[in-house]
């Protein structure tokens, strides 16, 4: 993309809403969306493999009470931390769209200098490309101006954006 853009993330488990918290989707769509054009990136799939387990309980897991991360969830039990590849993903990122977000996948996003958005319910994915193109054509808020990145994909300094 020749413009100033964003590269936009989405978690979906139906690849046309954001529609799945980070640590449970199965897909992460991404998006480069200019003021007046947005173009599909990538997808990144997720499996959430190995056995099924049961939690304290016999499977009743959280309805006893029991403290069970939601990000952890599919932890095996090697260590293997589930939120490691999920993140990952997210390399070259500057906005995330999720139903949900643990605070410790916040923190880790956040590292990756990636601007989190939780939704507060389902929405289509053209309506959000939508809404970030329409605050793209006013005035852009300071959080969006910090993630604007140029045609090679690094990172506008704000001294070097048009306001």
């Known amino acids: 993309m020749d413009s100033p853009h ?8 139906s690849l046309i809403q954001v529609d799945a ?7 992460v769509v991404f998006y480069d969306v200019a003021k007046d054009v947005a173009e599909f990136v990538d997808v990144f799939h997720f499996s959430r493999g190995g056995a099924i387990r049961k939690g304290p309980g016999g499977g009743m897991g959280k309805a006893l009470g029991a403290c069970i991360m939601d990000d952890m969830e599919d932890d095996d039990g090697t ?4 939120l490691t590849e999920r993140v990952a993903s997210l390399k070259g990122c500057s906005v995330l769209f999720t139903l949900g977000l643990s605070d410790l ?3 880790r996003v956040h590292a990756l200098k990636v601007f989190p958005v939780k939704s507060a319910m389902v929405r289509d994915i053209d309506d959000i490309i939508a809404n970030v193109q ?3 054509n006013g005035v852009l808020p300071l959080w969006m101006r910090r993630v604007m990145r140029d045609a ?5 300094a704000l001294d070097l954006q048009e306001v």
């Open 21 to 27: 918290s980070f640590a449970a989707a199965r897909q």
């Open 152 to 156: 090679a994909g690094e990172r506008l």
């Open 79 to 82: 260590g293997h931390d589930p």
């Open 6 to 13: 964003l590269r936009i993330a989405v978690t979906t488990n």
């Open 105 to 107: 996948a916040a923190v």
């Open 134 to 136: 329409r605050l793209m």
